[in-house]
């Protein structure tokens, strides 16, 4: 257990791909989506990107999944501009969107060549449903559901994982068995990750930078500097999450950048008439 | 220790007395369950007694309704000269290949149209326009066509279990979760991968809901297609039996269209049952 633990981490360093948007542009008929949203993913980087509902995050993600395509600017995903749906790029969606007429094991494998179908139970098992693999899904609980979508999206070895709010139906106690899971995986795997989410403590738990799309733009790009694992307990982890809790509550004007590093306590009276 | 000891030496006298209790409960609950599965044919075995009873007392005329004993012998002998037999199979034959012609027609179509924008425009309305004619109402038309041999009869079967299949499958396709179809394409499915893996499965329940309602149209079609004219199939043998006033066998064939149909149906949810297992629905046996 712990060699197949160690084999892969020291061999995958490198497996994440870079991510870069310039100028994306989306807008369906006369309303605008996204703006000029400019991205920039190292390598093997967790990026959460927070927002308001409908302020445009689940559509930037759907971009750099393929699943649609900009209506201007650049977008690349590794070496190519990005062209319709990537082999190697997998999306977990906020339902798990498990095939409900096939067991476990088979929605795993699914889109995988068969000389490669054995891999399926090894994934099982780094998600801890290897009993399961011959249970229907309707038979799962819905964290259950999540940890089969994950595995199904890990056994293609994606270099680039994309998450829609995956744990965004589940209850408190199985999303924080899931961040752990995640960041484990992400850890061992060392995909490049980018994480949609409306929850910031998650985003903050996992995420290597969070960033803040407002109106359809980035409004904020901050990197969280802590060391993993991370504690919820933390001074350093509740300010940050404060602070950006704060940020995505606030309605744009503030546009001065000095205030927007300042931690929690020393944001100003006025800025938290908005928030309330 | 030793009380450890005591309370492992009782164990096993109280659980021998738990079976003793649990003996006659036992039994009792067996019974009950038998009680249950007895009862819905309590009133169909009263009405055949009273039936049997009311023959017997010459109550009941033989000409208008003979005793169910004469029922059983009657079938018994038409069962032991074997011609039976040969009326009870041209009549499946006769249903069966108006169900394949006429159901993978309607599958066919109904997959087509599904899947395709273009084939739902083309040809959707001309087929709801058809759709709303009754079949029955074909038969002069058919006779016009067909004569009155094997042929008319398949055409009207075959035509009045296209459209519940027909009907069934379109909207199996159209209701198949798009959210799954979208997953699918990012794993990279395509084609008949796509179609085998997420699409058919998807629409299975609701065209399985078309052949039950196919099913069942196809033995009323049948009826009504050899009490026109035919020189053998049930239909045949009550009509003839109805000539030479035989009303036991009459009774004899309308009884065998509902076994047939019974079984049609028994087949049908069998199909239900081993296709969609995986559906919450029809796993009801295995949660219990």
């Known amino acids: 257990m712990t060699e197949t633990l160690q084999q892969p981490s020291a061999a995958v360093t490198k497996r994440g791909v870079a991510v870069k948007s310039q100028g994306i542009y989306k807008s369906y008929g006369a309303r605008t989506v996204l703006q000029n949203a400019n991205l920039s993913i190292e390598p093997g980087e967790f990026v959460a990107i927070v927002g308001r509902s409908g302020c445009g995050k689940s559509t930037l993600l759907r971009l750099i999944a393929g699943l649609e395509k900009p209506s201007g600017g650049n977008l690349h995903v590794g070496q190519q501009p990005l062209d319709g749906l990537r082999e190697n790029s997998r999306m977990m969606f906020q339902d798990a969107r498990l095939l409900p007429w096939k067991r476990v094991v088979d929605n795993v494998t699914l889109g995988l060549p068969k000389e490669r179908h054995p891999e399926a139970l090894q994934v099982l098992e780094q998600v801890g449903l290897l009993e399961r693999a011959h249970d229907w899904p309707a038979r799962l609980s819905g964290g259950q559901r999540q940890r089969v979508a994950l595995a199904r999206a890990l056994v293609h070895h994606p270099d680039l994982l994309l998450l829609d709010e995956p744990l965004g139906a589940l209850d408190a106690l199985t999303r924080i068995e899931m961040h752990s899971l995640i960041e484990n995986l992400w850890l061992r795997h060392g995909f490049t990750a980018l994480l949609v989410t409306h929850d910031v403590q998650e985003a903050v738990w996992l995420a290597d930078r969070v960033v803040l799309i407002e109106d359809g733009a980035i409004a904020l790009d901050l990197r969280v500097d802590l060391p993993r694992p991370r504690h919820r307990g933390d001074a350093r982890f509740a300010a940050l999450e404060e602070h950006i809790l704060a940020r995505v509550l606030q309605r744009p004007g503030s546009q001065d950048p000095a205030k927007e590093f300042a931690p929690w306590p020393a944001t100003p009276a006025y800025e938290l008439r908005w928030a309330i | ?288």
Not at chain 2, 33 to 47: D, F, I, T
């Open chain 2, 1 to 288: 220790m030793t009380q450890n000891q005591q309370t492992l030496h009782g164990l096993p006298a109280i659980s021998t007395h738990t079976q003793n209790d649990a003996g006659p409960s036992g039994v009792s609950v067996f019974l009950r369950s038998v009680g249950q599965r007895l009862l819905p044919y309590l009133l169909p075995l009263a009405l055949i007694a009273l039936w049997q009873f009311g023959c017997l007392q010459g109550w009941i005329s033989k000409r208008v309704l003979p005793a169910p004993a004469d029922v059983g012998l009657a079938a018994w002998k038409l069962a032991l000269s074997g011609e039976l037999w040969v009326h009870v199979r041209v009549s499946a034959a006769r249903a069966l290949s108006g169900l394949a012609i006429g159901g993978s027609l309607g599958l066919l179509l109904g997959l087509l149209t599904g899947s395709v924008r273009l084939f739902e425009t083309l040809l959707d309305s001309t087929v709801q326009m058809v759709r709303n004619i009754p079949a029955l109402a074909l038969i002069p038309l058919v006779i016009l066509w067909f004569g009155i041999d094997e042929s008319a009869k398949l055409f009207l079967i075959a035509i009045s279990v296209f459209f519940p299949i027909y009907l069934n499958t379109f909207h199996g396709i159209r209701n198949v979760d798009p959210g799954l179809v979208e997953m699918a394409r990012t794993y990279g499915l395509r084609g008949w991968a796509l179609y085998s893996n997420v699409i058919l499965p998807g629409a299975l329940s609701s065209i399985l809901v078309g052949l039950r309602f196919s099913l069942g149209l196809m033995w009323v079609i049948l009826i009504v297609a050899e009490t026109i004219s035919a020189q053998s199939g049930i239909g045949y043998l009550t009509m003839n039996a109805r000539e030479f006033l035989q009303t036991d066998i009459v009774l004899v064939g309308i009884l065998l269209y509902a076994a047939l149909g019974k079984i049609a149906d028994s087949f049908a949810r069998f199909l239900e049952h081993s296709w969609l297992r995986w559906h919450p629905g029809y796993q009801n046996q295995s949660v219990r």
